[in-house]
């Protein structure tokens, strides 16, 4: 059966990934295909050191970043990068959507007490 078939099923997506500051920086990262600084990613995203810093330790737990810290010039220089796991775990999250967009779309069905309200 292909998920299209598949009866209407309750959309449980990655929670890793679905936190907004994080879908953010995974988007960010897949789209850019290359391993960007901490600095970049802070000021692209807009998002605080402090934010980031925890997003992107939970990303890097579970798998879907990996991080480099080095000195370059007497200064600390972080890298992110978004690893195998983390660019496979972001398509199945956007197949997911997809497949749920999909059975929004097709069903036909009012939501009971929407027609109620539209008739009146």
Do not use: C, W
């Amino acid at each position: 059966m292909s998920s299209s078939d598949r009866p209407q099923e309750a959309f449980t997506p990655d929670r890793a990934i679905h936190e907004p500051a994080r879908l953010q920086i995974i988007s960010y990262l897949a789209a850019g295909g290359k391993q960007v600084t901490f600095t970049e990613l802070k000021e692209k995203l807009g998002l605080t050191a402090g934010n980031l810093s925890v997003q992107l330790k939970r990303l890097e737990e579970v798998g879907y970043v990996s991080i480099s810290k080095s000195i370059r010039e007497r200064k600390p220089l972080t890298r992110v990068y978004l690893t195998h796991q983390g660019m496979t775990a972001l398509r199945q999250y956007l197949e997911e959507l997809e497949d749920m967009i999909k059975r929004l779309k097709k069903s036909t069905t009012p939501a009971a007490g929407l027609e109620e309200k539209e008739s009146e």
